[in-house]
């Protein structure tokens, strides 16, 4: 591993790309700790230190990296570009406008990816709105009395915020473009691995300050949950995909064996966002409609006792379910085998004995049914993990665990991307790679 290390530092353009892909890690942690223009920095990490983890906002702050609840120039991290890029990959299977954009290559996409970044753009004003509203009425701290921005009577301070948050969120966008082009790696995701890594020893010193003994649970636990990722994650049920061959003017095309890779987990770690931003939604109404009647306030009491707690049975039973549900949902709009039916039959491809056509969908239908089970499942029980820890440790206050569901799923994906795209490229210049 190490000479591998050495063989890619040695190579002059893979070096300048990753030591410019280092620079811009470099450059997001900054804006990532840099308080927003208008904000008491003391008194937000006095009430960020009285929270313990316990916000409706535990999502977008793991995936910026503890920038949220800093209040810092790049608080909403790389949230809105996801959220807006899932929005586009659905609305391409409903709107036939994209749909036709996506089947148009290189030219299509771009115009797919410049409709994500405006829509990155609308969703980066109405959440950092949102965020600067709860802050200016005190509930995106819990019961903190603390004015985290002392000056917010005016009406400039606060569109200050809301213009400096927005842009720090173009400006991620841009920094992953950038090591997406001139990088290693994709850059969206490297960003996403630095602000979840950068919480880990934190988060670490916090357990073992608590108990040594549960700090060595959490590092075993750690090692068995990341082993098991990298597994699944590798995991594929490969279809084999013969394919006749063809004359073509005086050529003959054809004759050749492949196969069609159809992963295990399929879906990533998309449903795991959706059933998290769905879950904590009835926080967010209960936060913005507080004390407006008795019924409110019974249901309040059920959503903070049972919702917000992550390690109530109820929620972590309703986290599951809802991580199954999205996983079926995502799978069935993402893939569609009639679609790869049709190429496989028009390029004169068929699954050895299965009949091209109908007969090929309905059996690729099956197969991803049945491979979509395990991998719903396996998506649920890493996602609920560190929830159950906190029920069986009985330590249901301190809601950080750093090795849990989504963190380590987004960490094991991305560094596994990452190191086969260094792969690739050292084993062109025929360098002994990382994965021999």
């Given at each position: 591993?190490l000479g591998?290390?050495?063989s890619?530092?040695?190579?002059?353009?893979?070096?300048?790309?990753i030591?410019?892909?280092?620079?811009?890690?470099?450059?997001?942690?900054?804006?990532?700790?840099m308080?927003?223009?208008?904000?008491?920095?003391k008194n937000?990490?006095?009430?960020a230190e009285q929270?313990?983890?316990q916000?409706i906002y535990?999502?977008?702050?793991?995936?910026?990296?503890?920038?949220?609840?800093?209040l810092?120039?790049f608080a909403?991290?790389i949230?809105?570009y996801i959220t807006?890029?899932i929005?586009i990959?659905?609305l391409?299977?409903?709107?036939?406008r994209?749909?036709?954009l996506k089947?148009?290559?290189?030219a299509?996409q771009g115009k797919l990816t410049q409709?994500t970044?405006?829509?990155?753009?609308g969703?980066?004003?109405?959440?950092?709105?949102?965020?600067v509203?709860?802050?200016?009425?005190g509930?995106l701290?819990?019961?903190?009395?603390?004015?985290?921005?002392?000056?917010?009577?005016?009406i400039f301070?606060l569109?200050?915020l809301?213009i400096?948050?927005?842009?720090g969120?173009?400006?991620i966008?841009?920094?992953g473009?950038?090591?997406?082009?001139?990088?290693?790696?994709n850059?969206m995701?490297?960003?996403i691995?630095?602000?979840i890594?950068a919480?880990i020893?934190?988060?670490?010193?916090?357990i073992?300050?608590?108990?040594?003994?549960?700090?060595?649970?959490?590092?075993?636990?750690?090692?068995?949950i990341i082993a098991?990722v990298i597994?699944?994650e590798?995991?594929?049920r490969?279809?084999?995909?013969?394919?006749a061959k063809?004359?073509?003017?005086?050529?003959?095309?054809g004759g050749?064996?492949?196969?069609l890779?159809?992963?295990?987990?399929?879906a990533?770690?998309i449903p795991?966002?959706?059933?998290s931003?769905l879950?904590?939604?009835p926080?967010?109404?209960?936060?913005?409609?507080?004390?407006?009647?008795t019924?409110?306030?019974?249901?309040?009491t059920?959503?903070?006792?049972?919702l917000v707690?992550?390690?109530s049975w109820?929620?972590i039973?309703s986290y599951?379910?809802?991580?199954?549900f999205?996983?079926?949902?995502?799978v069935?709009?993402t893939?569609?085998?009639?679609?790869?039916?049709?190429?496989m039959?028009k390029?004169?491809?068929?699954?050895?004995?299965?009949?091209?056509?109908?007969?090929?969908?309905?059996y690729?239908k099956?197969?991803l049914?049945?491979?979509?089970l395990?991998?719903s499942l396996?998506l649920?029980i890493?996602?609920?993990?560190?929830?159950?820890?906190?029920?069986?440790?009985?330590?249901g206050?301190?809601q950080?665990?750093p090795?849990?569901g989504?963190a380590v799923?987004?960490?094991v994906?991305?560094?596994l991307d990452?190191?086969k795209q260094?792969?690739?490229q050292?084993?062109?210049?025929?360098?002994?790679?990382f994965?021999?």
């Amino acid at each position: 591993m190490l000479g591998a290390f050495r063989s890619a530092l040695a190579t002059p353009d893979l070096r300048k790309k990753i030591l410019f892909t280092l620079g811009i890690i470099v450059v997001y942690r900054l804006g990532a700790t840099m308080p927003a223009p208008g904000v008491s920095f003391k008194n937000v990490r006095a009430c960020a230190e009285q929270l313990e983890g316990q916000n409706i906002y535990s999502l977008i702050n793991l995936f910026s990296g503890g920038a949220l609840l800093n209040l810092s120039v790049f608080a909403l991290g790389i949230m809105p570009y996801i959220t807006a890029s899932i929005i586009i990959q659905l609305l391409t299977v409903v709107i036939p406008r994209f749909e036709q954009l996506k089947k148009e290559g290189q030219a299509g996409q771009g115009k797919l990816t410049q409709y994500t970044r405006y829509l990155t753009i609308g969703l980066a004003i109405l959440q950092s709105t949102g965020l600067v509203a709860l802050a200016v009425r005190g509930q995106l701290f819990g019961e903190c009395d603390q004015d985290v921005i002392p000056n917010k009577d005016s009406i400039f301070t606060l569109v200050v915020l809301v213009i400096t948050m927005t842009a720090g969120t173009s400006v991620i966008m841009w920094l992953g473009e950038l090591i997406t082009e001139k990088g290693i790696g994709n850059g969206m995701s490297l960003l996403i691995f630095t602000g979840i890594a950068a919480r880990i020893p934190a988060e670490g010193k916090n357990i073992l300050d608590k108990s040594g003994l549960t700090f060595t649970l959490v590092c075993v636990a750690a090692l068995v949950i990341i082993a098991s990722v990298i597994y699944v994650e590798q995991a594929q049920r490969r279809i084999p995909v013969q394919y006749a061959k063809r004359m073509i003017g005086r050529r003959m095309y054809g004759g050749t064996s492949t196969y069609l890779p159809l992963k295990v987990n399929q879906a990533g770690v998309i449903p795991v966002i959706f059933a998290s931003s769905l879950l904590y939604l009835p926080d967010l109404v209960v936060r913005l409609t507080q004390g407006t009647s008795t019924e409110q306030n019974w249901f309040s009491t059920f959503v903070q006792t049972y919702l917000v707690k992550q390690s109530s049975w109820v929620h972590i039973a309703s986290y599951f379910l809802l991580i199954v549900f999205f996983t079926y949902f995502y799978v069935g709009i993402t893939f569609n085998p009639d679609e790869r039916a049709d190429e496989m039959k028009k390029f004169g491809g068929f699954i050895p004995g299965i009949r091209p056509g109908r007969p090929t969908a309905e059996y690729l239908k099956f197969v991803l049914g049945r491979i979509t089970l395990p991998g719903s499942l396996y998506l649920g029980i890493v996602a609920i993990l560190p929830n159950l820890f906190l029920d069986l440790t009985g330590d249901g206050q301190n809601q950080n665990f750093p090795f849990g569901g989504t963190a380590v799923l987004i960490m094991v994906g991305v560094g596994l991307d990452t190191v086969k795209q260094i792969e690739s490229q050292l084993m062109q210049r025929n360098y002994e790679g990382f994965l021999r």
